[in-house]
């Protein structure tokens, strides 16, 4: 998976949603330019629950003076504006960077915006991606950081912390009786001694009357409670992938607190937030295709061409959960309450197009002996 592709996923999955942008710039790219934009700069105009228009907001500071840019994209058309904090309207050339985009025209003796860009096709040049909806606002998505999230990364911190703080206050201390303290033969002064040696505490010198008690130096260790700690550490930690990712995918080794079968149930987690993630990228991925394939006419001013049928496949070889996809589905085929083009369906989801289902399921019905097909003998592989 390419690196950009990782950081469009980390960047939705933080903040909850996002759109890709396609912008138009030859001086740069003779090719459409693509851009993903976070939740925090993305605004969505909707129709009956149906995304009619995509308003994406960038900030510009000209001296001092913070601008923002609205550009609203539609189907067939980009529209854009210049605000100010306090909402007032500008030219774009307010802001030197913009002046190339949208001049005003002036009609009469009243100036005009006039910043509708309109092209051809029925299309939205940008195409939102998000993982989980959000209840608390319709229509976005969630970061997976919502729901106590952040209060459990709040306590591995602070146990983290405690840990790191233990073992800086655990450093071994010496303590050297005052009358063991080298020193001068004549003054009786404390003798200079060198930088490797002056960590240590004077203690008072030992008076004993009998002489059975001889002052002598200590060394201390603190006793410092890592099993503790550790146990504090993996808790918190799995409170912080709970319902995201299994800690055996991390390589974090937690096979002595349960079971081969609650561990097994537990990767299971990941496989899900993967099918999540790339159910919702094969969905958007072959839309910002087509968009990006009918800019690329409208740069050239040819007519827009059918792009056909777009798919994207992640593959369910790399899954977690294929193997426990198999024996569900083989129980399920062996017990006889699965249909085969259900059985077929279920176990290669959308990584394989319709047609190579279609056929795979006739291939197997026909080895099964469900369908009608020429009779066979030994030798008819072979060519006569």
């Not at 007032?88 to 009243?110: C, R, T």
Request: proline content about 4%; some cysteine.
């Amino acid at each position: 998976m390419p690196l950009y592709e990782l950081f469009i996923i980390v960047d939705t999955l933080v903040n909850g949603d996002g759109a890709f942008k396609i912008s138009v710039n030859t001086e740069l790219s003779p090719y459409p330019i693509v851009e993903f934009i976070g939740a925090d700069k993305v605004e969505y105009e909707r129709s009956r629950g149906i995304i009619t228009a995509v308003i994406f907001k960038t900030v510009y500071t000209v001296k001092s003076k913070r601008y923002i840019l609205y550009e609203r994209y539609g189907k067939g058309y980009i529209e854009t504006k210049l605000f100010d904090e306090n909402e007032k309207e500008y030219s774009l050339d307010a802001v030197p960077e913009l002046a190339h985009i949208m001049p005003m025209k002036i009609e009469g003796n009243k100036k005009k915006f006039a910043p509708l860009l309109e092209f051809n096709g029925d299309y939205i040049m940008a195409v939102p991606v998000k993982f989980y909806d959000s209840k608390k606002f319709p229509g976005r998505g969630k970061s997976i950081f919502d729901g106590g999230k952040s209060d459990c990364f709040d306590a591995l911190d602070e146990v983290i912390s405690q840990w790191w703080d233990a073992i800086r206050a655990g450093r071994v201390t010496k303590y050297i009786p005052e009358d063991m303290i080298p020193r001068d033969s004549k003054t009786g002064d404390v003798l200079s001694v060198n930088s490797f040696g002056t960590n240590f505490i004077t203690t008072a010198s030992v008076r004993s009357e009998t002489g059975t008690e001889q002052s002598k130096i200590e060394v201390v260790q603190p006793d410092i409670k890592y099993e503790a700690f550790l146990s504090s550490y993996t808790n918190a930690m799995l409170m912080c992938l709970q319902g995201l990712v299994s800690p055996a995918t991390l390589g974090i080794d937690v096979g002595k607190m349960s079971s081969a079968d609650a561990q097994r149930e537990k990767k299971d987690v990941t496989g899900n937030t993967r099918n999540t993630i790339t159910a919702v990228l094969e969905k958007a991925l072959p839309k910002l295709i087509e968009a990006i394939l009918l800019t690329y006419d409208n740069m050239q001013e040819q007519e827009l061409k059918d792009c056909g049928e777009i798919t994207v496949s992640f593959g369910e070889y790399g899954a977690p959960d294929f193997d426990s996809r198999v024996e569900t589905v083989g129980k399920a085929s062996s017990y006889g309450i699965m249909s085969v083009d259900t059985q077929v369906d279920e176990l290669w989801g959308s990584s394989k197009d319709d047609k190579w289902k279609a056929e795979e399921v006739q291939r197997i019905k026909f080895e099964k002996g469900l369908v009608p097909g020429n009779d066979t003998s030994v030798g008819d592989e072979f060519e006569i």
